[in-house]
């Protein structure tokens, strides 16, 4: 049998679901989710293989349009890292949130008027849709906004429709060797997916407080075989943040450490000694420089 191979760049607004339908269809957590807006921040990519075909699916950060109060360096880094994403895939997955179109899901349509690659839509979130008649036009309204290769309503949540989303994909992988081993399933580090971990139990438990000043560098990351020691340092711009993240007695930091402590083996498969430490550098969400080293850096 041929094998075929290829890459597929899953794309749309913040927040549609686009990592959840990544880690719906790998089985596993690959990619942080949150309720937040711009969770993704990097490119991550989701490597399935099945029998003779291997999908390469590239999760991307949230394109958004940007203003005032996001107009920073990291900002600039997210949308560049998501249409980058689109160059040279063989298939887009487009991703919008129910019936909800927005200024900005027409901004991701400008982006996409330029990939020849075939542009799957995806209307997700549907278990959130009461009234399931209210899709069926909505959908045929859709077919309007420009040549799509499917339009299918699902739930990355739950598993709706998900199956079909891949069988219709499977039909623009071209025939390919694979480019990755047939057991990996991401391109990224345990090293930053320790980063990514911290960072998801910081927008989940924070989100609303400090929601894009924040990252994670991991210091230390030692594999002992049965224990793994892990030091993350998380880099807020201003002291009243590194109060609020370490919490009253510290018991903010302390929960975000245990529930990525508990994320972390159930991934790396072993003990976790994770220790956490807050330092406060201004203006490092802003910094061209002070990105690259913290590891925004699109090469
Ligand atoms: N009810 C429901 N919620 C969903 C579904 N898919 C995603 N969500 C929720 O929507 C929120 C955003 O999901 P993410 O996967 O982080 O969204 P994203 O598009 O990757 O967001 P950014 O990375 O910020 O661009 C989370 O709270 C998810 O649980 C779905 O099918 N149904
Ligand atoms: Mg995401």
Redesign the pocket.
């Known amino acids: 049998m041929t094998q075929t191979c290829g890459f597929v760049a899953i794309v749309?607004?913040?927040?549609?679901?686009?990592?959840?339908?990544m880690?719906r269809i790998l089985g596993q957590k690959i990619?942080?989710?949150?309720?937040?807006?711009?969770?993704?921040?990097h490119q991550v990519m989701g490597i399935k293989t099945e029998g003779d075909a291997q999908f390469i699916y590239v999760?991307?950060?949230?394109m958004h349009i940007q203003s005032k109060d996001r107009n920073k360096a990291i900002n600039r880094f997210m949308n560049q890292a998501a249409t980058h994403a689109l160059r040279d895939v063989d298939c887009v997955v487009f991703?919008v949130d129910r019936t909800r179109w927005t200024k900005e899901d027409d901004n991701v349509l400008d982006k996409l008027s330029h990939v020849e690659a075939p542009v799957i839509l995806a209307v997700?979130?549907?278990?959130?849709v009461e009234n399931k008649q209210e899709l069926l036009p909505w959908l045929e309204q859709l077919q309007a906004k420009r040549t799509f290769a499917a339009i299918l309503p699902?739930?990355?949540?739950?598993g709706?429709n998900v199956p079909e989303l891949e069988t219709e994909v499977g039909k623009y992988l071209p025939e390919s060797i694979h480019y990755f081993p047939d057991d990996q399933v991401t391109d990224r580090s345990q090293r930053f997916l320790a980063a990514e971990l911290v960072r998801e139990k910081v927008m989940r438990q924070l989100g609303d407080e400090l929601p894009y000043q924040m990252t994670v560098e991991i210091e230390e990351f030692r594999d002992e075989g049965r224990i793994i020691h892990i030091s993350a340092l998380m880099l807020v711009e201003r002291p009243g943040q590194k109060k609020i993240l370490i919490g009253e007695n510290g018991e903010r930091i302390k929960k975000v450490g245990r529930e990525a402590r508990l994320d972390m083996e159930k991934a790396f498969g072993a003990k976790v000694m994770l220790n956490l430490w807050v330092k406060v550098k201004r203006g490092w969400s802003d910094d061209d420089r002070a990105l690259k080293s913290l590891g925004y850096d699109l090469e």
Do not use: F, Y
């Not at 999760?59 to 949230?62: C, F, I, K, W």
């Open positions: 749309g607004r913040p927040n549609v679901g686009k990592s959840t339908l880690n990619s942080i989710t949150s309720r937040r807006p711009q969770t993704t921040r999760d991307t950060p949230g991703l997700n979130k549907v278990d959130w699902i739930s990355a949540k739950h709706t």
